[in-house]
């Protein structure tokens, strides 16, 4: 039987989320993979479909109400991977519920303002010209695994080839916890 992986998409949802497929095809052979769109699972109206409308939207209680949904969803132990404001989606649902068994989240900057770090697994990816990703202070006092990849920015995760890299490491991470 497959362990259930939760992906959680980054401010766009699914409608600028062709990249996904990158991990997909890879993690589904391990996974049975469930997809929460970040902008549904928010409530945010994406009438005005701006980065920075959508972003204030988060900010301003879109984040919690995205928790809320998951609390009410997922209340067994799961992995997840999570892109941008999805990884601070995952990261205070498995506080309010330390429900997470790991947590891979990429280019999840905002984390850099959270002070308790959720139980279980965790790595974070950030691309090292992410001028928002967290410093190393709060990375080694959060007690985090932490990659950063050489000359990338923010949108790292929607490149193929890395989206098939990180997959493969999620997936060898899966296959050594089994055994």
Known sequence: MKNKLIIISDLWGSQKAQWLTNYT????????????????IG????????????HHQFIDGA?????????????????ILAFSIGGVIAWKYGLRTNNIKSLTCISSTRLRKETKRPKGRIKLLF??????????????????????IKDKN??????????????????????????
């Open 25 to 40: 095809k890879i993690l589904e052979t391990n996974f049975d993979i469930t997809f929460y769109d970040c902008c549904k």
């Open 63 to 79: 984040i919690d109400e995205a928790v809320d949904y998951l609390v009410q969803n997922e209340r067994n132990l799961v992995d």
């Open 127 to 148: 691309g090292e010209n992410d001028e928002f990703k967290p410093n190393h202070e709060w990375v080694n006092k959060m007690e985090l695994e932490c990659e950063i």
């Open 154 to 179: 923010h949108l790292m995760y929607t490149e193929t080839e890395l989206g098939e890299v990180f997959s493969r490491q999620i997936n060898f991470l899966n296959l050594s916890n089994s055994l």
């Open 43 to 54: 409530k945010v109206d994406i009438t005005n479909y701006s980065q920075e409308n959508l």
